[in-house]
């Protein structure tokens, strides 16, 4: 069954942007530009997870984050604006919103935190995730590669589910580096820092797959290819 996902966001090209490619990904998507015409709709079904923007014409998006989560406790919301602020940040989470996204954001990096929170909210459902030989049991944070337990380090490990998650999509080192590192800016511009994490991850699986999974787009980035 697809997970269901509200997007209330009044910018129209934004909201299509985001509809189509979460769509691509899997997922069904409802869109409304209005907090009243999203309220109204968790009357009616269930949703897995909420974007929810927060200059909104008819009021903060702030102000709706308690009254969904009253409804549907397991409801993952993430904000999305402009507004980066750490004062936003934090009054946000304070409310009850599991993620917070300053835009411009890169798309991918949306798809891997709505992954995450579906993961953390219905993991009984989102267990095992595989890709060609390789496997990921994101309870247990153990791999196997042709059944075989491997192991990663924490990073590693994140960059694998992260590529998985985004399989066959091009990921740009800034996207794969806010991923895995946050916001820490030390070494976002140092191509050999983030080359040699992947390198390392690269071999790993080709010691065990006799495989390239990992392919590099030259001008683009990266991207998990088992073809």
């Known amino acids: 069954m697809k997970k269901e996902i509200l997007i209330i966001e009044d910018d129209l090209s934004l909201q299509k942007i985001?509809?189509?490619?979460?769509?691509?990904?899997?997922?069904?998507?409802t869109c409304v530009e209005l907090i009243k015409d999203g309220k109204s709709l968790f009357d009616k079904k269930f949703f897995h997870i909420v974007l929810l923007d927060l200059g909104l014409p008819d009021g903060d998006g702030l102000d709706c984050i308690s009254f969904i989560k009253s409804i549907w406790s397991d409801t993952g919301v993430i904000i999305i604006s402009a507004r980066d602020k750490l004062?936003?940040?934090?009054?946000?989470?304070?409310?009850?919103?599991?993620?917070?996204?300053?835009?411009?954001?890169?798309?991918?990096?949306?798809?891997?935190?709505?992954?995450?929170?579906v993961r953390r909210n219905f993991q009984a459902e989102n267990q095992v995730l595989s890709f060609g030989e390789l496997e990921i049991d994101t309870r247990s944070n153990q791999v196997k590669i042709r059944n075989e337990q491997v192991d990663f380090s924490r990073?590693?490990?994140?960059?694998?589910?992260y590529f998985i998650e985004n399989k066959n999509r091009v990921l740009?080192?800034?996207?794969?580096?806010?991923?895995?590192?946050?916001e820490n800016p030390i070494f976002m511009d140092n191509s050999d820092f983030i080359y040699t994490h992947i390198n390392r991850l690269r071999k790993k699986i080709k010691n065990h797959t006799g495989e390239n999974y990992i392919k590099t787009v030259h001008g683009f980035g990266y991207k998990l290819d088992n073809h």
């Open 18 to 29: 985001l509809a189509d490619y979460l769509s691509s990904c899997g997922f069904q998507c």
């Open 87 to 117: 004062e936003d940040r934090v009054d946000g989470l304070n409310l009850g919103a599991d993620d917070y996204l300053v835009k411009p954001f890169h798309l991918s990096e949306l798809n891997a935190r709505i992954n995450a929170l």
């Open 155 to 161: 990073k590693e490990f994140d960059l694998l589910l």
């Open 172 to 182: 740009t080192k800034e996207s794969l580096f806010e991923h895995v590192w946050g």
